[in-house]
């Protein structure tokens, strides 16, 4: 991210956090709940205490800003992974306690 985090905001255990770059629907199969499926099935009893994912902040992506927020992830920085990349909005989903212990 461009911020300053904190070490306990960045420190990683290999276990710890679920990064997901892009989460993209083809164009014909969205609105139909693909991506809250498709994310529901890459969180489900991996064990993680957060997710993170980059989402473009382009107002076409406005619809998945939304589910996002409805999902309870925040914005927490910006990622911008090269000089002649776009910058993408860094989110973050704290998972509840009894979510990242399942499998453990």
């Known amino acids: 991210?461009?911020?300053e985090t904190s070490a306990e905001f960045a420190a990683e255990t290999g276990e710890r956090t679920l990064g997901i770059v892009e989460l993209a629907v083809r164009a014909g199969c969205r609105r139909q709940g693909v991506a809250a499926r498709m994310h529901s099935h890459l969180r489900?009893?991996?064990?993680?205490?957060r997710v993170t994912l980059a989402m473009r902040p382009d107002p076409e992506a406005a619809p998945a800003h939304a589910a996002y927020a409805a999902w309870g992830y925040h914005q927490v920085g910006h990622?911008?992974?090269?000089?002649?990349?776009?910058?993408?909005?860094?989110?973050?989903?704290?998972?509840?306690?009894?979510a990242h212990r399942v499998g453990r």
């Open 44 to 49: 489900h009893g991996l064990g993680v205490e």
């Open 79 to 98: 990622w911008q992974p090269a000089d002649d990349e776009p910058v993408s909005h860094i989110m973050l989903l704290t998972l509840p306690v009894a």
């Open 1 to 3: 991210m461009d911020e």
